[in-house]
């Protein structure tokens, strides 16, 4: 058996959600909400300026220009929340993530949560540094850390995967 063990923080699950939002779509709809504000702020001065009769649409698009900064400002204030509730379910602020890489699969415990993956439903393998990503079939992500490995080395975690799964390292 191999394991690889760390603690999670809030530090550290605050840069996980930065990395996610920066690779999925979540970035994507940020620019749009900040392009939609500046969209709306300055259609709403324009006829808070101009508009003899319509100073009502000009406070309507002001006001809209409004929501949507904070529409796209809003995604770190959610992640701490989310942080805050993972935090609850685990039982403290901190806990302990235990990935095992067993001849029948891969066991995750993230404080009193176990997830089971079989070695079929990986499909990439990502370095960073010390970190490494274990991509599934699932749309999630294993992170693990180069240096933190317990039990095994990291020279035995990559010859478990080669022989394990499909992928090529």
């Known amino acids: 058996m191999i ?3 760390f603690t999670v ?12 939002h920066k690779k999925n779509k979540s970035g994507k709809f940020q620019i749009f909400w900040l392009i939609m504000s500046a969209v709306n702020f300055a259609i709403g001065v324009y006829v808070l300026i101009f508009g003899r009769d319509y100073k009502s649409n000009g406070l309507y698009f002001t006001a809209l220009g409004v929501f949507c900064i904070y ?3 809003r995604y770190k204030p959610m992640y701490i929340a989310q942080y805050k509730k993972f935090a609850e379910i685990m039982g403290g602020e901190n806990w302990t993530r235990t990935i095992d890489f067993t001849d029948s699969g891969i066991i ?6 176990t997830v089971r993956n079989t ?3 990986i499909t990439a393998l990502r370095e960073d540094g010390n970190k490494i990503y274990l991509d599934t079939d699932k749309n999630s992500v294993l992170r693990l850390f180069k240096d933190r490995f317990s039990q095994g080395s990291y020279e035995e975690f990559i010859d478990l995967i080669r022989e394990k799964t499909k992928i090529k390292i």
């Open 9 to 20: 923080t809030k530090e550290l699950y605050l840069e996980w959600c930065r990395e996610t």
């Open 71 to 73: 529409r796209a400002l």
């Open 108 to 113: 995750t415990t993230n404080g009193n949560v």
């Open 119 to 121: 070695y079929d439903e």
């Open 3 to 5: 394991r690889n063990e």
